[in-house]
């Protein structure tokens, strides 16, 4: 069975860093585009940034030049790099795969983030 298990979050100053990890385990079929979506208390879910098998990214505009995403396909791991927080990056953030030719979606349970001083 296919898991995506987030870590890193905490709570950190405003300013600070934190540095997300999403690892997918199960896996038998090519992950194809992975994500990070958050969602905050009264909000809606928004896509973070998303990076596909080949490397091609994107952000939202409210992260770009703060956060950076990455993944190591050896590992099935994906990584978010947030510098720079601020109170409003408050959330919690969601890991997302898509796998398989179908395509089929997946997600983790979700990590807090809370920045704070």
């Known amino acids: 069975q296919v898991q995506l298990v987030e870590s890193g979050g905490g709570l950190v100053q405003p300013g600070g860093s934190l540095r997300l990890s999403c690892v997918a385990s199960?896996?038998?079929?090519?992950?194809?585009?992975m994500g990070w979506y958050r969602q905050a208390p009264g909000k809606q879910r928004e896509l973070v940034a998303r990076?596909?098998?080949?490397?091609?990214?994107n952000y939202a505009d409210s992260v770009k030049g703060r956060f950076t995403i990455s993944r190591d396909n050896a590992k099935n791991t994906m990584y978010l790099q947030m510098n720079t927080l601020n109170p409003e990056d408050t959330a919690v953030y969601y890991c997302?795969?898509?796998?398989?030719?179908?395509?089929?979606?997946?997600w983790g349970q979700g990590t807090q983030v809370t920045v704070s001083s």
């Open positions: 199960g896996i038998r079929e090519r992950i194809g585009a």
């Open positions: 997302n795969a898509v796998i398989g030719i179908f395509p089929r979606d997946y």
């Open positions: 990076i596909t098998n080949t490397g091609g990214i």
